[in-house]
């Protein structure tokens, strides 16, 4: 059983940055796929970015490309979201999830175990 602890979130004005952290513990945590997630009030939650077991693959959705930038730490068991560039449209509950498959996914089904979610909150 893997637990996955998010933090970094918070206010910020538009065009700031924000770093999420998830700390992962209870499981070999360069095997997971880790990706990172987010639900905005009122709506499905969506796929955000993932990253593959090495850190050699990543993705991004449209909206964060250029802006975010996904990173891990094997030996910390950490995986980072950095956030540039913030608009209000990136607010939303941020989740970690680490995934048992072998290729990263956009997906969440692909997804075993997830974070509690850190709030991001961008003023405009």
């Known amino acids: 059983q893997v637990q996955l602890v998010e933090s970094g979130g918070g206010l910020v004005q538009a065009g700031g940055s924000l770093r999420l952290s998830c700390a992962a513990s209870?499981?070999?945590?360069?095997?997971?796929?880790m990706g990172w997630f987010r639900q905005a009030p009122g709506k499905v939650r969506e796929f955000v970015s993932t990253i593959s077991w090495s850190g050699a693959t990543t993705y991004y959705t449209d909206s964060v490309k250029g802006r975010f930038t996904v990173s891990r730490d094997n030996a910390e068991n950490t995986v980072y979201l950095q956030m540039n560039s913030l608009q209000p449209e990136d607010t939303g509950v941020y989740y970690c999830a680490a995934s048992r498959d072998s290729g990263v996914s956009s997906l969440s089904p692909a997804y075993d175990y997830w974070g509690q979610g850190t709030q991001v909150t961008v003023a405009s």
């Open positions: 209870g499981g070999t945590f360069s095997r997971y796929i």
